[in-house]
């Protein structure tokens, strides 16, 4: 049963607890809590994916987060095929099927890899020579091979089936990494009683206790102690303890985003589970204890399948029970790779030999090594690595030059060093400091509430990394609290580190092997294939900083974020410059930490609840009409009633010319409504429109203008005043919002001595606009209290009275050009209102119309629409609205704006009519307009179409547009280019039917 | 996310609930129709742009609706303090160093 590479006896999981699973098709057996990396490395699978410039063959460098090559697909159904899954985090469930990347036909032979052998054209910056000649080639050659070629895995080409939660939280302490510095720091802060919050990114805790064996905290094995704190945490009611949960983002003032994984490990996940969890976790204080990341050596072929890390072969072996090999080589600048060497010999799997960068270290684990009897080679380098699928040997040479040796091998083992994982600090604002004695970046200064703890601080040793974190868990807590805490103080005591391992430093860097001036590949970012030598090529063409190399070489721009290549690839440079390395710099780490899925980001905002829908009180009523809705803003407003067989613009044109035959209902019930209220209103009114309102009587209306400072129109619309101190204001649909916040602006903050109320009132009320000459007909006989005769209620007025027995505001105004009323009731009646208004309309032929025919019955009487024939750019005059500016005005918004002298200068555009020389041709709205269509391209172009519609009621097309100087060219012939040929029009008036205005009384 | 104390709830809350408002402490002429052209200019158009300590007006939409006036630091995104619309720029920030 056994797969060839587990050792019995070694590693924590339950080797009778199988589940089987697919690799590229074939089917394999693992055991409950491997990764789908320690699976496959127990069967002796080492080779999992290919490059992505080079397309070279890759395995597994980590067991863990930082992973650069083996990225895999897995696949679930057709709509879950999750791409670049990092198959060292992927956790093995029954039946996972996975599949390698960017290779073909297959993963041993793949027809790309002759990227490698071409590799000379690919070196750094090869994007921005190669393909720049000749020009016409980028667009239809180089962009779409490109494309072709690029990317790793395959995106699912269904929507994603899955749904993500989302949760807030808050807490005293949060810490982030649950090794043993990050639960020494839980269990000290959880002791006072304040709210703790633990996370780590794996399904277990302990972090390095995972491999670590030499390490014995409370009498316990390290992972034994690990787990048992992680027991008693959770059993706290203080303390959440989240595991699979990576902080992937952290922002101002302590906001800290997790991602919980919930259930991509499960076999067959349930609906009522979700797939990720997004917590924002608000913490007055943070612990940040994340550890440190082992980095590689930097020699010839370090990328064979079977190099990798040491703490990984460990983590393997000691987690998962599983020897990546059985005659290892070692390769190594730092004492943590003996531990690994040790840990392996002592569970039978061969040492070929330790190859040690160092002169003459010294130590307990050297000691321990020389005591197994392993061959340790002290100077020495590994120039290189052989074997292709699969490493075979590895060639050392003294690190100065000399004779060279090989040593047949089917795995190595390397360390260069630990690199403190400073993401998340650095996330934080806060700034790196070089310490050049250990050669690495650690915490310097801190912007935010929050304290490094362990390796990622750069703190040695277990004993001192636990210490450390225990008084700073405890001091997070008390300060959290601050002074008027209960004064709880913990009453656990500190864990007792009984035995640890100790690391040396190490180097960064090329190694010998990868020398200057080499041409073999040496890599230093794995997944973006940068080498040694391309770092060394952008220095030498001039990339200076350490910003430039990264985006010319793309060194440590992968998924992966350069955790690994990062530092070496700075030494790199800085060798290469003769600068020290804090003068080159440090790339600023961002976030994600670790990719995350846009669906835990969006969570459950999509499809229907991305945004919020507003219907009106009318829309039943037009639905089940079969109308035609259009989207506005997040209104639905019905956008034509078509009849049997009725197409769109047989529609519009039937409502159209109904309208002004006889009448017409329409859903106004969307316009903004804005009751201005107080003894100062009007003269709010005074300074937030252009026109004047003081003398506005009561029961009249006006057409106002709203202006920003700077003399554009801003919005408009009716208003109507209902008492002295009581204006009842309509705004454009989608201008309600900002002129509410426009008018609550300057009544706070610049006329505050105005004693006025704004409110809001557009949900309050549905509008039934009624149009036509019917009109009065249609509302008289279901109005009670309002005489609305000609003489009693002319145009541009206002009642209050009741319609169908409940209350109504009746204005009496035109968006059309006919006779017409607006009914306002209280929305709850709104549908019942318009069905009583339909009734009656019926008894006339009337028709229910929609904004479509509202927009062409307007444009027929040259009534502009805010935000399409003007666009923020266009004053009261250009749009021929002078008239609407009070001239006896002191001041309104906008009255300096209107002078200033480009907005009185001659040959501003103007909205004018435009009549197509043949009627039947409609222009596009947004077309240009040129004076002289012979002219060279690029024309000059003197405006644009603003609005056009064909007009049944004028039997022809209609437009209006804005037109540099346009109300002196009246009658004159202009061009509109358009692809297939000049479409030639004539200058008009604004208003194409009942010039006079008479239709608004017949 | 930041969190953003209003002077008129008396509470710090997300920033979801606020909207920025632009300079602070630019006040409107009462005389604006008379104002020259470079006094326009400098009205409507001008703005500071600090590395460091900036006054500006928040508006909290999603509360109490209110315009109030906030210090804050453009290099951390820290605010110093927040206070009511109509109050003067402070003289002294707390905890101010430069």
């Known amino acids: 049963m056994n797969a060839a590479f587990r050792i019995s006896g070694a590693g924590r999981l339950s080797q009778a607890r199988t589940a089987s699973f697919s690799f590229d098709d074939k089917s394999y057996t693992g055991i409950e809590g491997d990764t789908l990396a320690s699976a496959l490395l127990a069967n002796g699978v080492h080779l999992v994916g290919r490059s992505f410039k080079y397309h070279r063959p890759r395995g597994f460098l980590s067991a863990g987060a930082e992973e650069p090559n083996a990225l895999v697909q897995i696949v679930r159904d057709d709509a879950r095929k999750t791409p670049n899954v990092r198959a060292t985090v992927q956790e093995l469930y029954e039946g996972l099927t996975a599949n390698s990347q960017n290779r073909w036909p297959s993963l041993a032979f793949d027809v790309g890899a002759v990227n490698d052998i071409a590799s000379p054209l690919f070196s750094a910056g090869f994007y921005y020579k190669t393909f720049m000649w000749p020009k016409s080639a980028w667009k239809n050659l180089y962009e779409p091979k490109i494309r072709a070629a690029a990317g790793l895995g395959v995106s699912p080409d269904k929507p994603d089936p899955d749904h993500y939660a989302a949760r807030y ?154 020897a990546v090999g059985r005659n290892v080589g070692v390769y190594t600048a730092n004492d943590s790779a003996y531990a690994a060497a040790i840990d392996l010999k002592k569970a039978g799997v061969n040492i070929a030999a330790i190859v040690d960068l160092r002169d003459n270290p010294s130590g307990p684990v050297i000691d321990e090594a020389r005591t197994l009897g392993i061959e340790i ?75 490094s703890v362990g390796a990622c601080n750069g703190t040695d040793g277990l004993a001192a990394s636990v210490d450390e974190a225990y008084a700073a868990g405890a001091k997070a807590a008390k300060d959290a609290v601050g002074k008027d805490s209960s004064g709880k103080t913990g009453k656990g005591a500190k864990p007792k580190v009984d035995a640890s391992e100790s690391w040396s430093r190490g180097m960064l860097g090329a190694a010998p092997g990868a020398g200057p001036g080499t041409t073999i590949k040496a890599f230093v970012d794995f997944q973006n294939d940068v080498t040694a030598k391309d770092i060394r090529q952008a220095v030498h063409e001039g990339m200076h900083s350490i910003e430039h190399v990264k985006r010319f070489t793309t060194n440590g721009m992968a998924t992966d974020q350069g955790k690994t290549s990062n530092m070496h690839g700075l030494a790199i440079a800085a060798e290469t410059l003769g600068k020290p390395i804090p003068q080159v710099g ?43 809705f259009e989207d506005v803003g997040q209104w639905k407003r019905a956008w034509y009633f078509p009849k049997a067989g009725e197409d769109m613009h047989a529609a519009v044109d039937r409502e159209c010319v109904t309208v002004r035959k006889v009448g017409g209902l329409f859903d106004a019930s969307t316009l903004g409504k804005i009751e201005v209220v107080g003894p100062d209103a009007a003269k709010f009114m ?67 001595h105005l004693n006025v109320w704004l409110t809001s009132i557009t949900e309050q009320w549905a509008v039934v606009a009624v149009q036509g000459p019917k009109s009065r007909e249609i509302i008289a006989p279901l109005v009670e209290g309002i005489d609305m005769s000609d003489e009693a209620m002319p145009h541009m007025s206002v009642r209050e009275g009741k319609i169908c ?82 001239k006896k005005k002191t001041d309104f918004v906008g009255i300096r704006g209107l002078t200033r002298p480009d907005l009185v200068a001659k040959g501003r555009k103007q909205l004018v009519g435009l009549k197509t020389k043949d009627p039947k041709v409609v222009l596009e709205e947004g077309a240009q307009i040129v004076e002289d269509p012979k002219q060279p391209v690029p024309m000059k172009m003197i405006g644009h179409v603003t609005s056009s519609y064909w007009s049944e009621n004028c039997g022809r097309s209609i437009a209006l547009g804005l037109v540099a100087g346009g109300r002196d060219r009246m009658r004159q012939t202009l061009y509109v280019p358009m692809p297939n040929g000049m479409i030639e029009v004539e200058v008009t008036g604004m208003v194409f039917v009942d010039e006079k205005g008479e239709r608004l009384n017949g | 996310m930041l969190l953003i104390r ?86 002294k920030l707390p905890g101010a160093s430069k």
């Open chain 1, 805 to 886: 027995g409940v209350p109504t505001r009746l204005f009496r105004m035109s968006f059309t050009g006919e006779r017409g009323f607006e009914v306002n009731v209280p929305a709850d009646y709104g549908e019942a209102v318009w069905e009583a208004l339909w009734a009656e309309g019926q008894k006339h032929g009337a028709t229910a119309y929609g904004t479509e025919a509202m927009h062409v019955l307007r444009a027929e009487k040259g009534y502009i629409i805010v935000g399409q024939d003007t666009d923020g750019t266009v004053t009261p005059n250009d749009a021929g609205l002078d008239w609407a500016v009070g």
């Open chain 1, 586 to 628: 440090l790339t600023t780490f961002r976030a994600p930490y670790t990719p995350v899925t846009f669906g835990s980001i969006v969570g459950h905002a999509r499809g229907a609840l991305f945004d919020p829908t507003r219907r009106t009180a009318i829309h039943p009523w037009a639905a089940r009409q079969g109308a035609v």
């Open chain 1, 169 to 322: 939280a808050h807490c005293e302490v949060l810490v982030l990494g649950g090794g043993a510095a990050g639960i020494a720091a839980a269990l000290a802060a959880a002791e006072t009683g304040v709210r703790v919050i633990l996370c780590d990114e794996q399904a277990e805790f302990g972090g390095s206790l995972r491999f670590e064996s030499g390490a014995r905290i409370d009498g316990e094995t390290g992972y034994a102690w690990a787990q048992s704190a992680i027991a008693k945490l959770k059993a706290m009611d203080n303390v959440r303890v989240l595991s699979r949960a990576t902080a992937f983002g952290y922002y101002a003032q302590n906001f800290v985003a997790l991602v919980e994984r919930v259930s991509d490990h499960l076999k067959s996940p349930g609906r009522e589970l979700a797939r990720e969890r997004l917590w924002q976790v608000r913490a007055k204080r943070v612990v940040i204890a994340t550890g440190a990341i082992e980095r590689h050596m930097v020699f010839a072929n370090n990328d064979r399948p079977g190099v990798m890390l040491a703490s990984a072969a460990r983590t393997y072996l000691n987690h998962y029970g599983v």
């Open chain 1, 686 to 752: 005074e300074l937030l429109y252009t026109n004047p309102w003081e003398k506005l009587e009561t029961g009249r209306c006006r057409y106002g203008i709203m202006l920003r400072e700077d003399g554009f129109i801003y919005d408009d619309g009716v208003v109507g005043r209902l008492a002295p101190d009581r204006f009842h204001v309509t705004t454009t649909t989608g201008g309600a919002p900002r002129v509410m916040n426009h008018m609550e602006d300057y009544l706070q903050t610049e006329f505050p």
């Open chain 1, 377 to 451: 080679n002290f100077g020495r380098a590994v120039v290189s690595a052989g074997g292709k699928l699969r490493v075979s040997s590895m060639t050392v040479q003294p690190k100065n030059g000399g004779g060279e040796r090989t040593i047949p091998v089917d795995a190595i083992l390397m360390s260069a060093g630990w690199t403190p994982s400073v993401h998340l600090f650095s996330q934080s604002r806060g700034k790196v400091a070089f310490n050049d004695e250990t050669k690495r970046f650690v915490p310097g200064t801190y912007a935010q509430d929050c304290v």
């Open chain 2, 6 to 91: 209003c002077p008129y709830c008396e509470e710090e809350r997300p920033e979801l609930e606020f909207r920025n408002a632009g300079e602070a402490h630019i006040a409107r002429s009462a005389n604006i129709d008379a104002e020259s052209d470079d006094d326009f200019e400098k009205f409507f158009f001008i703005r500071a742009n600090p590395k460091g300590v900036i006054y500006e007006r928040w508006r909290h939409i999603h509360g109490c609706a209110r315009f109030f006036n906030a210090v804050r630091d453009t290099v951390t995104d820290k605010f110093v303090m927040t206070y009511k619309a109509g109050e003067p720029k402070p003289a």
